[in-house]
């Protein structure tokens, strides 16, 4: 089981809600076929804050709906260290997920969804960014929302 840490900055995501989220992202990690051994985060917080991020880190003076910030990235010159063969493997650091509910809601609306379809589509999103997966050309895009896609409808939370 990924261990994943939630902050929820706005106090009103539910219980009932953190845990779908988890569950969601538990299936996603199993589907990614990831060690269990793995950490990562989700913030839920509201469009003021998460403007703050995307002007401070993306130069975008926007709210957005997620933000990822991936720990494990890999630099030209980086070459990934492996403890696996250890006995007792470092945990796998992902990082983190930022998710504005506010947005989701804004969005939930726009798209003609539920706001559990949209909290889960984002939180699915962040989770492809932090383990590799962007969309910059159109073929990693077809990829990414292939496998976003795939993994909503195998869960069950189809639009």
């Known amino acids: 089981m990924m261990d994943i840490t939630f902050i929820d900055e706005t106090k009103a995501v539910s219980t009932e809600k953190i845990n ?5 992202l538990q299936f996603a990690a199993d589907y990614l076929q990831l060690p269990e051994e793995t950490e990562m985060s989700v913030t839920f917080m509201d469009n003021a804050a998460i403007q703050e991020i995307n002007r401070e880190y993306r130069g975008k ?3 957005t709906d997620v933000i990822s910030f991936a720990l494990e990235e890999e630099g ?4 990934p ?3 696996e063969e250890m006995e007792n493997p470092l945990p ?3 990082g983190d997920i930022m998710i504005s509910t506010e947005r989701a809601k804004e969005q939930a609306k726009e798209y003609g969804h539920s706001y559990d379809r949209e909290i889960g589509f984002l939180a699915v999103h962040g989770f492809l960014h ?3 997966y962007d969309h910059m050309t159109p073929e990693d895009e077809e990829e990414m ?3 976003q896609k795939e993994i909503l409808d195998a869960y069950g939370l189809k639009r």
């Open 61 to 63: 003076d926007a709210p």
């Open 20 to 24: 779908e989220i988890d569950e969601l």
């Open 81 to 83: 260290v492996i403890f």
């Open 92 to 94: 796998r650091v992902l």
């Open 130 to 132: 932090i383990n590799g």
């Open 76 to 79: 030209e010159d980086e070459i």
């Open 145 to 147: 929302f292939g496998l």
